[in-house]
């Protein structure tokens, strides 16, 4: 029995279809490195035709190297009654240039009829016409059979004709979709494993939650035979969104013994999860299967015992499988050999029960207790780690600062003032500076200060900062934590910040980017004399 | 075939062993009520045994006339090599003087071997035992199997005849456990199924959520002939939570004809899993199925159109089934007539080809170039369709403001001033606060200045602040745009601010909050003149 499964992710084009999701094109390229990291095969990464910022990204993202992943654009079958050369959205998606293509054609006659207001014969003419064009570009072909559910309960044998019309136009795959996800998993169980008895070619599977269904029709599917898998790495999408890729890379080759990515790479599901979550700016739910904060979580008196007898008492899987830690409400026991192997990173002779490790390990619970959270932010957490083994001196002080904030001018530009006041080495420096906010102008201030001292400092930039309100309850009062993204050019490092006010939490940020550079710069001095 | 389920409710007691929830006696209380009109069979409301609260509370619920549901306390069997009638948590039990006891005892032989240290022959006489003595008493009793799937998978014989033990004490109804959430829908079918096809007493079902497939491994118990399904309300439940009762309900019901609750009482099921979750103080997940709030929710404009033409298209049922309802996005790819729809809420006479629609339109799509975004702000866009209406008059004007912000000192807390000074028919005040950060303190300043004018702003307090930096590559001169959500306690809304400066951001966002507040306030006074 073949057990390879192919994960096709959409989080970049279904998932941008979710409530409060919306990708910029650094997102989007950040993520396309995570899960081409993890080995997904395929990454459908936009919808040219619709949304013309993602020809943008698709030029960018040619900067890339991948070493997994097959990218793929996604658009519709042409509209009725046109050449297929003359659609506008069908050269929109050669204009992607992505080796692979995603077609998507509709199975429900109610569809064809009342949606579209098209013939079926014309309808089964736009699939096979639009997916023999790009088969003659030399593309890789998907056919989404949108719907092809609610069709084939609808009216089976006009579904069915719909996939042959795919495969008649040349299509590398036959991908059944639930659409409204309205199925529950005995149906998809049979109809998919009817589909992959008559069709000649590989067929997929494409489920949405609307029943909370979505992971389960999935394994389902694949149960029955289908060979690829499409979902959203944490399950954005459409309403109640699409299925949680995540979960269902852990069950199917965790539980069931299928392929989806390379055994190694399993223990990075969490990791990923939790960029993937941070860079949308949403929260991962706590109770995430496999990759929640509170997966592998335990409050019971009960159950704490007997995990700590033996784990499978009350644990389906171990957490490290895939990268993620136990944790006991009442007595906090956190996973200390992951944090050992950052340790040895800076200090390669501290072991396990070194007081060094605990030391590091008391002060990230409480930095994790105050809002932390060092997923990408690795940078600041190498820093934690050096002032915690007396390897650090700072290359300056903030002696004081203030801001000063105004109400807009007509322009509306350059509303705040800041001053900053710092010391090297004993030689103070105090400067002033303009910007658009309080935040702005101090960043500037405090960039100008430095400069003096350290030129090196004028290569660098931020490319990135994002602001998160943590306990979103105590509204203005609330906790933010910063993470920001700098680059000289040649490197990049991430840092994160977190305090009750965001001039602070973003001066915390900005002041751990700037020691960053400048400890990497000494370093690399010293190389000379070594 | 006979279609009852008898739905049993653990959201009291399952549900409270999750992260973050804890009841008071009164949360319990107006949880029980609602979920007793809701009409569900059971409700495991506590475990006297090991929680003393418990007992306050089953004392308690006694005032309450119960319609529909047997309220139920739950615990252990016996511990080994004690009378029944001596051990602790027994006595507990029956003080709580419930109709119904549900029992847990083990089913897996490495748990009774290795956890609770007996001897296999003992966990089979305390299991009957600890039945037979609360069945003396006129109890109902429910016999929950604890591991019962992986002690199934481990040793089926021995599984079975702990089943036969609380059978032959007398239980009334056997339940049949996925503790550890581990197992796939196909297994949970079939060790289901052969359980049923030989247990003389009504087979029930618990499941948790550890690989996602607590919904469907209900649903496929039920399918094998499951009469009673264990859960919690909304989710909640140890580590990733227990069977979603609320969407297994609908499922059943909906999907596959199944009678769990009146089908006049379907309609309740959005508004109580908002309760709960309310109860709770969680916010419940916007994609959870069938009653989160973006259950319904459109915002590909091809979906938009294509529900506009039938709902069927794009939705897997009716919203107002289960008393949830459809919304539209604002957004880059919402059509026309969805926002025509929205401005007809404020002037029923404009058309979609009026001047005023062109109007709005265009500056809509100005307000979205700057970084603004609607859904979820449906307040702001009201008041700029009434803005570009002329059906508008600002209730205050803000003349001035300024912010101090500075270097933080010890304590870390109270960072910044804020001097505001407003205008209200030509009256003018000036008012100075204190606050963490800038926002804060300029949010405080503002509404102390306006209370005196409008008490009825006391009433309203902001539920929901977030942030989102626009174009991150800008750093932190980027756009931000700041979401609130704000309450008076009967009303929820939610307005939005964008600019360069977060200050000036949450400051947009707020004053659209109280205006939407006073707004309301008085188009409810002007009714009665009309």
Redesign the interface.
């Known amino acids: 029995m073949e057990k390879n499964i192919k994960i096709y992710d959409s989080t970049l084009r279904d998932g941008a ?4 999701i ?1 990708f ?1 094109v ?2 989007k390229l950040k993520i396309v490195k995570a899960l081409d990291e993890l080995g997904v095969s395929y990454i459908e990464a936009g919808n040219p035709g ?2 013309p910022k993602d020809l943008e990204f698709f030029k960018r993202v040619k900067e890339i190297a991948l070493n997994n992943t097959k990218l793929t654009a996604f658009g519709s079958t042409r509209r009725r009654n046109i050449k297929v050369q003359d659609d506008a959205n069908v050269k929109s998606l050669l204009l992607a240039d992505s080796p692979v293509v995603a077609i998507f054609g509709k199975s429900w006659d ?2 064809v009829k ?2 579209i207001n098209t013939t079926l014969e014309e309808n089964l003419n736009m699939i096979k016409d639009t997916v023999a064009f790009f088969k003659e570009k030399g593309k890789e072909v998907v056919y989404d059979a949108e719907h092809f559910f609610d069709g084939y309960k609808a009216n089976q044998k006009y579904a069915m004709k719909t996939l042959e019309a795919a495969v008649d136009g040349g299509a590398d795959s036959i991908v059944l979709c639930d ?4 199925c ?3 149906e998809i169980y049979e109809i998919t494993k009817s589909v992959v008895d008559t069709c000649k070619k590989e067929v997929g599977i494409h489920c949405h ?5 979505a ?3 999935t ?2 599917a694949v ?1 029955a035979g289908a060979k690829q898998v499409q979902g959203t790495y944490i ?1 954005f999408g ?4 699409n299925a ?1 890729l995540s ?1 269902v890379i ?2 199917l080759q965790i ?2 013994d299928y392929h989806c990515i390379s055994k190694e790479k399993l223990e990075l599901l969490t990791g990923v999860a939790r960029k993937v979550a941070e860079i949308a ?1 949403v929260s991962l ?6 990759v ?1 904060r ?10 704490i ?2 995990v700590n ?2 784990s ?6 171990n957490p490290e499988i895939v990268g993620n830690e136990r944790r006991f ?1 009442m007595s906090e026991v956190a996973g200390r050999s992951t944090i050992l192997k950052k340790i040895q990173k800076v200090a390669p002779d501290v072991k396990k029960d070194s007081p060094e490790t605990m030391l590091i390990m008391d002060r990230l619970k409480e930095l994790e207790h105050e809002g932390y959270q060092f997923e990408g932010a690795e940078s600041t957490f190498e820093l934690i780690i050096r002032k915690n083994l007396g390897k650090y001196k700072p290359f300056f002080i ?1 002696e ?9 001018n007509e322009t ?2 350059l ?2 003032f800041a001053m900053v006041k710092v010391n090297v080495d004993d030689k103070i420096k105090m400067v002033a500076a303009e ?6 102008a ?2 500037k201030a405090l960039r100008q200060a430095l400069e003096m001292f350290y030129p090196e400092l004028k290569k660098v ?9 943590l306990d ?7 906790k ?1 934590r910063v993470l ?1 993204t700098s680059t000289d050019g040649v490197h990049q490092w991430s840092t994160v910040g977190v ?6 939490a ?1 001066l915390i940020a ?1 002041i751990d980017s700037i020691e960053v550079k400048l400890l990497r710069e000494l370093t690399n001095k010293m190389k000379a004399y070594i």
Request: charged share 25%; with cysteine.
């Open positions: 279809q979710a409530e409060g919306s910029s650094e997102d619709s949304n109610f569809h009342d949606i659409t409204n996800g309205g529950m998993p005995n939650n609307d029943c909370g269904m992971v389960a029709n394994v389902m149960l399950g459409e309403r109640c969104g949680n979960t852990a069950n539980k069931k700016n739910d706590a109770k995430e299967p496999y929640g509170a997966a592998f979580t335990h409050k019971g008196g009960m159950h015992d007997g007898k033996s499978k008492s009350f644990e389906h899987i409400l903030l004081n600062f203030k801001t000063i904030g105004e109400k807009p509306g530009k509303t705040a910007g658009d906010g309080p935040v702005n101090l960043d930039h931020l490319t990135d900062y994002k602001v998160r309100v979103t309850k105590e509204a203005t009062a609330a933010v920001i305090s009750t006010d965001i001039i602070n973003s900005l």
